[in-house]
């Protein structure tokens, strides 16, 4: 997989790409597609495994209109970089194309994963946290449990 250094190649990605992506967080693909096809997550509440992976799309929605792709990709990373210290060391994000197979517990798509796409590299991480940083007020802020 190649990895992706700025947040500008994420967003060309997302704009060419014909197929769904998602952003994942874990120790990546080879942790998470087993040999025997099982691609499961699961939900931390009560240890049930769930049908897919927990992944968040990266498709633009058609309300956001013509507002720049940049800051799309930008929050879908930020919303959930508390996972990397969450789920402990070897965590990272990376993007896959998928399809969605379910819902999980907090909503999130569960994906069966058709292709692993790429890292996204820690310059790209805070240059979203910059990016958000400077859009968001003080009533708004990434979905972190604490």
């Known amino acids: 997989m190649f990895t992706i250094e700025v947040?500008?190649?994420?967003a060309a990605l997302?704009?060419?790409?014909p197929d769904d992506l998602y952003v994942r967080w874990s120790r990546?693909?080879?942790?998470?597609?087993?040999?025997?096809?099982?691609?499961?997550?699961?939900?931390?509440?009560?240890g049930l495994p769930l049908p897919g992976l927990s992944?968040?799309?990266?498709?633009?929605?058609?309300?956001?209109?013509?507002?720049?792709?940049?800051?799309?990709?930008?929050r879908r990373l930020y919303d959930y970089r508390h996972?990397?210290?969450q789920r402990g060391p070897g965590?990272?994000?990376w993007v896959l194309a998928g399809e969605e197979r379910g819902r999980g517990p907090d909503n999130e798509p569960l994906v069966v994963c058709g292709r692993p796409v790429?890292?996204?590299?820690d310059t790209a991480m805070r240059e979203c946290e910059d990016i958000?940083?400077?859009e968001a007020t003080t009533d708004w802020g990434p979905l972190h449990r604490a």
Do not use: F, K, M, Y
Not at 7 to 10: F, G, K, P
Not at 14 to 17: A, E, F, I, L, Y
Not at 28 to 46: K, Y
């Open 14 to 17: 997302v704009q060419r790409s």
């Open 118 to 121: 790429a890292w996204i590299a």
């Open 132 to 134: 958000v940083d400077a």
């Open 7 to 10: 947040l500008d190649q994420l």
């Open 83 to 85: 996972l990397r210290e």
């Open 55 to 74: 992944a968040n799309p990266l498709r633009i929605e058609p309300w956001w209109g013509d507002r720049p792709v940049r800051l799309w990709v930008a």
């Open 28 to 46: 990546g693909p080879h942790a998470d597609l087993s040999a025997s096809g099982d691609q499961r997550s699961v939900d931390g509440l009560t």
């Open 91 to 93: 965590v990272r994000p």
